[in-house]
């Protein structure tokens, strides 16, 4: 069986983006020389995720729309801030989109569904964080 592990690292600007990853994830399933397996990705932080949906731009701005009605940023709206942080939004947030997603590897593409793509959702940003890829298979 072959095994291909690789992180990608973000900065991001704004506290809340939505970034396609698909491109950086195809190149990794290239790289493992896999046709036949798995491919996991997943955020590796409490504060952002990984999800897959459509890349269209009104979409992306009802996501934010629609998680900031469940989940407002607030410093003194969260028993998790009582710590001295300031983003229990941001975790409710990552919780409701997903810690990560796996896709089917068949004949050495993803294989996904009409128009899937892979998104990381970043909840608390402008610090580093990381993605890790991996994919299994033969
Ligand atoms: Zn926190």
Redesign the pocket.
Known sequence: MKSHSEYLSFNTKNRQEFINITPQVEEALKKSGVKEGLCLVNAMH??SSVFINDDEGGLHRDFSGWLEKLAPYGIDKYQ?NLSG?D??D??LKRTIMGRGVVVAVTVGKLDFGPWEQIFYGEFDGKRKKRVLIKIIGE
């Open positions: 409490i504060t998790h942080e983003n229990g941001a975790h």
